[in-house]
Each structure stands twice: as C-alpha cells, then as structure tokens.
C-alpha cells in the first residue's frame, strides 16, 4: 500500500474553508495538514501545499493582501520556487495574487453582488499538473462563492499569459465580469495554480457534483510526484 | 513623522464601488460625471526627515499599501506637529 501524500492546507484568521479542503484532500487520497499561518515552515515532508477560501483577515486592505505577507507565505514562497505543487483556492488564489506568485488580481465582481451557485467552468488546458485527469474542453460543475471575483491583467499580461496556456479555467458564461470569463490560472512554471470555484466543495454526487475532486486527486497526484522527484 | 497615502483605482480600471456611489448620487438628485473610489492611509512613520519618510513610505506601499497591477498611489509628508 502506498503511502499518503502530505498536503499542507494553510489556516489564516478568517479562513474558512480550510477544514472542508482538509477533508475533500483526504477523501482524494492525500495526508491532510493544518498549517497556522504564523507558522514559518512547513510541516516535514510536504508534498503540495493548499491556501483555502474564506475572509483572511477580514479581507482588510484587499482580499489577500494580508495573508500574501504572512510569516508563512515565505516559506510557501520557497516551496513553490523549489517546485513544489501550490493551489490556491478563491481567498488562496486572491492571496497567491497578491503574493505575485500568479500573475493579475481580483477585482470586486463586476455586478457588485456576491455570488453563491454551482457554475460551469471549461478545462483550457489539461496537460497542468492540476487537470491532468481532465478532458480538454470538459465542462466542470463546481461552486463559486465570491464578492471579489473577477480576474484582472493588463492587457500584455492577458496576450501572454493566454499564449502560454496559463489560463486553465473559464466559466461558460460571466459570472463576475473576469477578463476572458479566466476562472483559473497557473504560473509559467505551471507549479502554481489559483481558481475561485471552490473543488472542494464538489467531492461527492451527494452534493450535487464530484467534479472537484478531479483537481483536487490530481493535486494529491502531483504531491506523490513531488515527494518522489524530492526523496 | 505624519504621511498620507492616497490609494486609488488606476485610470481605466473599472470600479464598480464608485459606479454604485455615482447611481445613488443621482438618485439624490445630484449631477455628476464619474465617482471613483480610493481609500486613504495615514501612517506614522519614524524617520530621520521627510525624504527617509517619503522613501519608507514608498516602499509599505509597494510591499503592502497598494496593488500597482489595479491602484495608483500618492503620499503626502507632513511633520509631526
């Protein structure tokens, strides 16, 4: 039997997704850890590292902004540069933002509302390390659940960033007013992704789709690897 | 020493804040072109003089204050009364 592989899921004041990612990465597989934000290292042997949804913060100055230079984030910062498989998840991705780990920033939704549904998001490129158990162009099912949603670059980031396959995610529709409906995006090493549909509130049929869990058993994946590539 | 920091939306990025204020402003019966809406930070900063607050000033905002991808900055320096 193989073992586990560590999944770090990073805990800020105000994260609150947190311990459903926990438990969505251990249904998927992994080893689930909470890691405290003031924390300086990560726990030994991680293999990939989450940043979970929620208000960190209160979501003071701007959503992330705060989390993005917590004593934590240094060695998050590390990890990634070293390889090391990092997903942010709706404040995760708005912290990775701002930790200018991933390229652009969130914006307030265009409709000024929050929005709190399912919606369909489509697979851009599923040769990343996060959708290799995706099909190109499949539409997934998962939740969104965001005031400051909408994905914004200049538009030379966008050409480029677009060009190299950076984009991962689209909503089929608008759902925020994000440039190009971007849903999802990886760094250019392809070792950092951020999105704002919550996977891992969409591991189980019960609730309505297990599309989620596709991104998050791939995550669990990419961790094994690291962990491999690392011993 | 006493700095302030005025943060706003860079020119050409949308605010959907300041659009909301600018409906509601009509609504009130006033008449106005664009609303847009930026926060203030004032910072007490220790320094030697003006210029080492100025440039403390500027390096919080790009380490913290202000996203430069979505806002732009102006600081003011004034003594400490």
């Excluded at chain 1, 003031?38 to 989450?50: I, K, R, Y």
């Excluded at chain 2, 939306?9 to 072109?33: T, Y």
């Excluded at chain 2, 790009?62 to 806002?71: D, G, K, M, T, V």
Aim: hydrophobic share 45%.
């Amino acid at each position: 039997m193989t073992e586990r592989p560590r999944v770090a899921v990073v805990v800020f004041p105000g994260s609150n997704d947190d311990h459903d990612a926990a438990w969505a990465l251990g249904a998927m597989g992994g080893d689930p850890v909470l890691v405290w934000h003031a924390e300086h290292q990560l726990p030994p042997d991680t293999g990939a590292v989450v940043l979970p949804g929620g208000f960190s913060y209160g979501d003071y100055l701007r959503p992330g902004a705060i989390a993005g230079v917590a004593p934590v984030m240094t060695a998050v910062c590390a990890f990634a540069q070293a390889g090391g498989p990092v997903l942010g998840i709706c404040n995760g991705f708005q912290t990775l933002c701002e930790a200018r780990l991933l390229p652009g920033a969130l914006r307030p939704n265009r409709q000024l509302e929050f929005v709190c549904r399912d919606v369909r998001v489509k697979v851009e490129n599923p040769s990343t390390l996060f959708t290799r158990r995706c099909e190109e162009a499949q539409q997934l099912v998962i939740p969104v659940k965001h005031g400051d949603g909408a994905w914004y670059a200049d538009e030379g980031t966008f050409v480029q960033v677009a060009a190299r396959g950076q984009i991962v995610l689209r909503y089929a529709e608008d759902v925020n007013g994000s440039l190009g409906n971007v849903a999802g995006v990886v760094n250019e090493a392809g070792n950092v992704m951020g999105l704002m549909p919550h996977p891992e509130h969409a591991v189980d049929p019960l609730l309505g789709s297990a599309d989620g869990g596709l991104l998050l058993a791939a995550l669990v994946d990419a961790a094994a690897d690291h962990l491999r590539v690392a011993a | 020493m006493k700095a302030v920091v005025l943060v706003r939306p860079k020119d050409g990025i949308l605010d959907p804040q300041g659009e909301a204020v600018q409906g509601s402003l009509e609504k009130l019966g006033f008449e106005v072109g664009s609303v847009r809406v930026g926060r203030v930070i004032d910072v007490d900063v220790t320094a030697r003089d003006a210029d080492d607050a100025r440039a403390q000033v500027e390096r919080m905002c790009s380490e913290l204050l202000a996203n430069p991808l979505i806002e732009s900055v102006q600081i003011q320096v004034e003594p400490a009364s």
